[in-house]
């Protein structure tokens, strides 16, 4: 298999922020903020992304880099002989399980975009709105047309080849939809009876954090960096040796929290002023937006390239996903890119029918990948990195670009003690949650 890498030094960093910010950052990060109360639950987020999801991103850049391979064989030359290569599989698993409903959450946002270029999303009424998005939740020809062209649409990025295809698209666009969904926060924050709902977001009531809030706070952290299935190790290969692999790192987790938090800013004050019950789920976004666009001034225009962008944050981090499996089919069975990435579309396409066609399935596999695969993923990633790689070994990692990593005690204390006892304690007592309702 030939090696593939990015033009330019920024391309695999920017490819990495285009991984990680898609619909966990717009659709999934306000509905469970939602189902948990709010503040408090972002208060967590906030503590669980810098204490472990950071760290579990900087060992899976460590881990790529240093081994200058995709997830699979990275294990495998990193550790020959032993069995930490089992983590790629179980990502190839989790990649397998996030995209296939990841691509009919992206047909919804795709027909969005066609429904409100067509003008059919113009001045509804709320109600209306609700009903709008309940019909397409629940058409199975919607749901299963939609998230086939999202998919062909990934497979065709895909088959092009990493470098060709997947660093175009996210450097320009990704700035755009941010000064989109500024713009969009600006008028949903001074919408009449928007008080409610910013308080929700930012005044914490912690009797609402429940057990299984803390668990859904963690999987929501690691399904938003897109870690715990290797895909960061993956793109960790793809960064040069001169770049400082801490920092960026940073800058992908404070870029894909500062999106979440403007879409909770976006989402709830609307979501209040309109009546919109906070915790309905995976339709919040959906039911939530269109009214505020029909507020706005050129509401229908900012209504197409709203949506239209979100289809390009989902296909960023959709690609991604794709090109898990595709990289294994490759590396397993030596096929051509084409041949592979055709196979690994087939696969998707028959698990997201079954998505698209029940909600309980779907729902199974939101809650299975983000609050299970990907915490165990990354529990035994950031344990390869004190018990397998060494101290002296990730050092020199982080300081291949020439300079010194201050915070590496910090990191290496974290990763070794703090990150895999604090997963495992908040997986226990959220299955404990879960199973005492
Ligand atoms: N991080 C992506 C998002 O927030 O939409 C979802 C995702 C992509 C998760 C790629 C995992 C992954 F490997």
Redesign the pocket.
């Known amino acids: 298999m030939e090696k593939e890498g990015f033009s330019s030094r920024a391309g695999a960093i920017a490819a990495a922020a285009g991984?990680?910010?898609?619909?966990?950052?717009i659709?999934?990060?306000p509905y469970v903020l939602g189902q948990n109360g709010g503040a408090a639950f972002l208060l967590v987020y906030v503590l669980f992304m810098l204490l472990i999801a950071l760290p579990v991103l900087m060992s899976e850049f460590a881990i790529g880099r240093k081994a200058g391979l995709p997830v699979l064989d990275a294990f495998k030359s990193l550790a020959p002989g032993k069995k930490w290569y089992l983590i790629g599989f179980s990502?190839v698993l989790?990649?397998f399980v996030?995209s296939s409903f990841?691509q009919v959450v992206s047909g919804w946002t795709l027909f969005y975009t066609y429904m409100s270029a067509t003008g059919q999303l113009s001045s509804l009424s709320e109600q209306e709105v609700e009903t709008m998005f309940q019909h397409t939740a629940s058409d199975p020809v919607i749901c299963v047309i939609w998230m086939l062209v999202m998919l062909g649409i990934t497979g065709f990025v895909v088959a092009r080849g990493v470098d060709k295809g997947i660093e175009q698209y996210s450097k320009i666009l990704m700035p755009v939809l941010l000064v989109l969904i500024v713009v969009v926060c600006v008028r949903s924050v001074s919408l009449d009876g928007a008080a409610e709902g910013i308080s929700f977001l930012l005044s914490p009531d912690f009797s609402k954090l429940t057990p299984s809030a803390l668990f859904e706070a963690l999987g929501q952290a690691f399904?938003?960096?897109?870690?715990?299935?290797?895909?960061?190790t993956t793109y960790g290969s793809y960064i040069s040796k001169k770049q400082n692999l801490s920092s960026s790192a940073m800058s992908v987790a404070m870029i894909?929290f500062f999106i979440a938090f403007l879409a909770g800013l976006m989402i709830f004050p609307c979501a209040f002023a309109f009546g919109i019950n906070p915790g309905q789920g995976p339709g919040l976004v959906f039911v939530t937006l269109p009214n505020i666009f029909n507020q706005m001034p050129m509401g229908q225009l900012i209504s197409v390239a709203f949506f239209f962008l979100l289809v390009v944050?989902?296909l960023t981090?959709?690609i991604?996903?794709l090109e898990?499996v595709v990289t294994f089919i490759r590396s397993s069975f030596g096929f051509k890119r084409k041949k592979a990435t055709f196979i690994s579309a087939a696969c998707v396409a028959f698990f997201g029918v079954a998505c698209s066609l029940s909600s309980t399935v779907f729902d199974l596999f939101d809650k299975v990948s983000a609050n299970i695969l990907?915490p165990l993923g990354a529990f035994f990633i950031v344990l390869f990195i004190p018990y397998e790689l060494g101290k002296k070994r990730v050092c020199e990692e982080f300081e291949a670009h020439g300079g010194k990593f201050k915070l590496f005690g910090v990191y290496y204390f974290l990763t070794k003690y703090i990150v895999p006892v604090a997963i495992l304690f908040i997986f226990a007592y959220g299955i404990y949650g879960w199973i005492n309702g």
């Open positions: 991984s990680a910010v898609g619909l966990g950052n659709w999934r990060f990502g989790c990649a996030i990841y399904f938003s960096l897109s870690i715990g299935m290797g895909t960061m894909d944050a989902a981090s959709s991604s996903l898990v990907l």
